[in-house]
């Protein structure tokens, strides 16, 4: 037997304080999006009218796929893969995550204790017919003075009274965070209604990126949710005006924005919060379609090549260049990416020697792609050689 020199007593009273580290996921799918809809225009139809009219603007501005690879400049064979697979997303499920919107959207109204409760009740008739989307919530008021948060806390207040028992796919969605406090306290808020209530927190201030003591704001804003927060939700508009930019530089690939969604991403790591890009302003309307939709074709790609998979939609015009990016993006890494997980998994060596937490975010990928409609189980089958229990599996490996 080999000798050692260490008292393997000393090492463990040297380790004692030491415990394992705890890396998270976050859990379940993780929609491509969440639709902004202002509560007072939500209707029974509303998910159904975001696809059709979705499928309208497709039909009108781009029929052919060769419209498409022109509009989009992207090559005349991937475009005809695009154009067929977001056809048949728009039709199947056009919108992944919805948010009824009582905030920014919506503003101030004599009647958002009417739409409180009526919005609440579409969505109790959305979940008893399996017609509701992945995932459904709403957007209250911040808590900024005391009248937005009493008009806030009670409209959440009619909202959950009237939707009755509260899914695994509800979330809250708590925006213009500038403090600590304000989330330990809405944390004592959710602790009073009879509900497992989850939220997600919108980072749309500086102050919720580096506090008045000049540390980093995200991680205490995550640790006061008490395990309640989801997700890191990015505000363009807000955050950048709160930065001093001027209104032509305020947007999504400003470098100000780069710098909160990393700080966002380093925050997050490891704690199975997940994270969501911002909106872009530039709408696909009017004489404005086509611009509209390179504006949000390359916004969507930029993100996704930064690690956000999720992001805000304001329009049913946007779900086409949401899912056309989306899917895009798979689809254009679905064989390199394969072969590098192959190799992994039959250990062949080959020119890029990849680690256990590549092949992690390899796995992800195809799950993630499995999950939007971007490739079927047959094509990454083809691809990978693995089922999803086996991408499962290595997607959770440490």
């Not at 859990?27 to 939500?42: L, S």
């Not at 504006?295 to 899912?323: C, E, I, K, M």
Request: glycine share 8%; charged share 25%; aromatic share 6%.
């Amino acid at each position: 037997m080999p000798r050692t020199s260490l008292d393997p007593s000393a090492v463990a009273a040297a380790t004692a304080r030491l415990s394992d580290v705890d890396q998270r996921t976050p859990e379940g799918r993780q929609p491509v999006h969440t639709c902004y809809v202002p509560a007072d225009e939500v209707t029974p139809t509303t998910v159904r009218d975001w696809g059709a009219q979705a499928l309208a603007a497709l039909d009108r501005h781009a029929p052919t796929a060769a419209d498409l690879a022109r509009i989009l400049d992207v090559p005349d064979t991937l475009a005809a893969i695009l154009h067929a697979r977001v056809q048949a997303k728009l039709a199947a499920e056009p919108v992944e995550d919805l948010r009824i919107d009582f905030e920014d959207g919506y503003g101030a109204k004599p009647t958002e204790d009417d739409d409180a409760e009526r919005t609440a009740g579409i969505v109790r008739t959305w979940l008893a017919d399996r017609t509701a989307p992945l995932r459904v919530g709403l957007r209250m008021k911040s808590f900024d003075t005391k009248a937005l948060r009493d008009r806030g806390i009670r409209t959440l207040d009619i909202f959950l009274t009237t939707l009755g028992d509260v899914p695994p796919n509800f979330v809250i969605t708590f925006p213009k965070v500038t403090s600590v406090s304000q989330v330990e306290v809405f944390g004592d808020i959710l602790d009073m209604f009879d509900h497992d209530l989850r939220f997600e927190i919108q980072i749309e201030t500086a102050q919720s990126i580096v506090d008045s003591h000049g540390r980093l704001a995200v991680p205490t804003f995550i640790e006061a949710g008490r395990g309640r927060v989801t997700g890191l939700h990015f505000g363009t508009y807000d955050y950048t005006a709160g930065c001093g930019l001027g209104a032509a530089h305020q947007h999504l690939a400003h470098g100000a924005c780069d710098f909160a969604r990393n700080v966002m991403q380093v925050s997050a790591a490891g704690t199975g919060v997940a994270l969501s890009d911002g909106s872009t302003n530039v709408l696909p309307v009017g004489e404005q379609v086509e611009h509209g939709w390179r504006t949000h074709y390359a916004l969507v790609g930029r993100a996704l090549a930064h690690g956000f998979y999720q992001g805000w939609d304001l329009h049913p015009a946007q779900l086409v260049t949401r899912y056309a990016a989306v899917h895009a993006y798979y689809l254009e890494n679905a064989e390199p990416d394969a072969k590098r997980l192959k190799a992994y998994v039959d250990r062949v060596g080959g020119a890029v020697l990849d680690e256990p937490a590549t092949a992690q975010a390899l796995s992800t990928s195809f799950i993630r792609a499995l999950d939007c409609g971007a490739l079927d189980a047959d094509e990454v089958r083809r691809l990978t050689g693995l089922d999803l229990p086996a991408l499962r599996a290595l997607a959770r490996r440490r």
